[in-house]
Each structure stands twice: as structure tokens, then as C-alpha cells.
């Protein structure tokens, strides 16, 4: 089974810069990873699929790159509203998928 | 509306069986690929179940021989039928939608979720 391996797990942030978090595969995945985003007690949301593209209703601030086996969620100008804890899930091997184990974005 | 609301969460004791169910609207539960997810309190999203394809199922090997994902198009529901419940089975389970269109993918549509909470 591919191992999704996120880092950092706790990113320290001041509102108004920019946080880069990392996801890794076990293998290589070509371009088929998804981010998302969860608040605490609410639901996870679709932020970024195939590595790069956005969900529907993402603002611009949300990025996503990589190919293979790094990947990197970029979230630039940092809003009160983004301070949440981030998934990547990787789809290589449908119908098997799975999650990394969550980068936490606090506020600094 | 797109909407998926879960219910059949409780509190059960280990070994006993629960059934989740998944009441979708706005889409067709048959014409997406729909996947169980759970949350252990604390913890990160986990793998549990998906229908795909139209009539495929695949379990994570946690749920192998104990859980089992069905649908039924008249009452356009998901369902995780949950057997053998062990106390590492306490989590929320969330239904969720793959993106359109059906294929491998993320997923883009989420319930709120439902807690299983299994203890003695």
C-alpha cells in the first residue's frame, strides 16, 4: 500500500504570510493526489485534485505542484479562515487510496 | 441540492453489528463513486469502504470480513453495515462523494458524519 507522508506536522504561521506543506508518496503517483482542508468538529472540504487543479469555489490563495512522489499545498497570504489541519490522499492505486496523516496550520 | 446526511451512529458494546446509513439528494447514489471515511477522536481520516463503478466494492483491510457497503437506488442510500465492532472501531464515520466524473479521484461532496462509539 502507498504510504502518504506529510510534513510538517504543526506549521506555525502569522496571518498574512505564506505556508508550505509537503506531502510525500511512497511511491510514485504521478499526479493523482488530493489536499484538503478540515476545521475542527466540521467536515473535510476539497481543496486541490490531480496535484494542481482547484476545487470548485477554492480561492486563488490555495495552489497545489508537484508530480511523482513530492507534493506541495501552497497557501499564500494566510487568513484567519485557513488555520485548520490539511490531508493529502493519494488515488495511484484505485480502488485502494489513502490519506497522509495531517499537517496542523496554526497561528504563530 | 447535493446533500449527504449519515445517521445510525450509537454507542455499542464490542462484538455487536450497527448500520450507517448515507441518505443522499440532488445526484444519483449509483451514477458517483461513494467511499466511507472514519475519524478516530483525535486522529486523521482513515479509509474504510467504497462503492464504485456502479456496482464494484473494495474494503480497506481494516473492514475486511467485518463491514460491508451497499446502496439502495429506491431509497437513493448508501449503507455501511458494521459487524464484529471492536473499541478501535470508535470514530466518525463520514460518507462521501467522488468528484464527477466517476473515475478514480478525490472527493468532493462530505456528510457531517456520524460517531460509532464502541466500548463496554
Known amino acids: 500500500e502507498i504510504v502518504m507522508t506529510q510534513s510538517p506536522a504543526t506549521l506555525s504561521v502569522s496571518p498574512g504570510e505564506t505556508a508550505t506543506l509537503s506531502c510525500r508518496a511512497s511511491q510514485t503517483i504521478w499526479r493523482s493526489v488530493a489536499w484538503y482542508q478540515q476545521k475542527p468538529g466540521q467536515t473535510p472540504r476539497l481543496l486541490i485534485y490531480?496535484?494542481?487543479t482547484r476545487a470548485t469555489g477554492i480561492p486563488a490563495r490555495f495552489s497545489g505542484s508537484g508530480f511523482g512522489t513530492e507534493f506541495t499545498l501552497t497557501i499564500s497570504s494566510l487568513q484567519s479562515d485557513d488555520f485548520a489541519i490539511y490531508y493529502c490522499q493519494h488515488y495511484k492505486d484505485w480502488p485502494s487510496y489513502t490519506f497522509g496523516q495531517g499537517t496542523k496550520v496554526e497561528i504563530k | 441540492e447535493v446533500r449527504l446526511v449519515e445517521t445510525g451512529g450509537g454507542l455499542i458494546q464490542p462484538g455487536e453489528s450497527l448500520r450507517l446509513s448515507c441518505i443522499v439528494s440532488?445526484?444519483?447514489?449509483?451514477?458517483?463513486?461513494m467511499t466511507w471515511v472514519r475519524q478516530a477522536p483525535g486522529k486523521g481520516l482513515e479509509r474504510v469502504s467504497l462503492?464504485?463503478?456502479?456496482?464494484?466494492?473494495h474494503n480497506a483491510d481494516s473492514a475486511k470480513g467485518r463491514f460491508i457497503i451497499s446502496w439502495d437506488d429506491s431509497k437513493n442510500t448508501l449503507y455501511l453495515q458494521l459487524s464484529a465492532l471492536r473499541v478501535e472501531d470508535t470514530a466518525v464515520y463520514f460518507c462521501a462523494r467522488g468528484r464527477p466524473p466517476p473515475g478514480p479521484g478525490a472527493f468532493d461532496v462530505w456528510g457531517q458524519g456520524t460517531m460509532v462509539t464502541v466500548s463496554s
Open positions: 462503492f464504485y463503478n456502479g456496482a464494484k466494492t
Open positions: 490531480d496535484a494542481s
Open positions: 440532488g445526484f444519483s447514489v449509483n451514477s458517483y463513486n
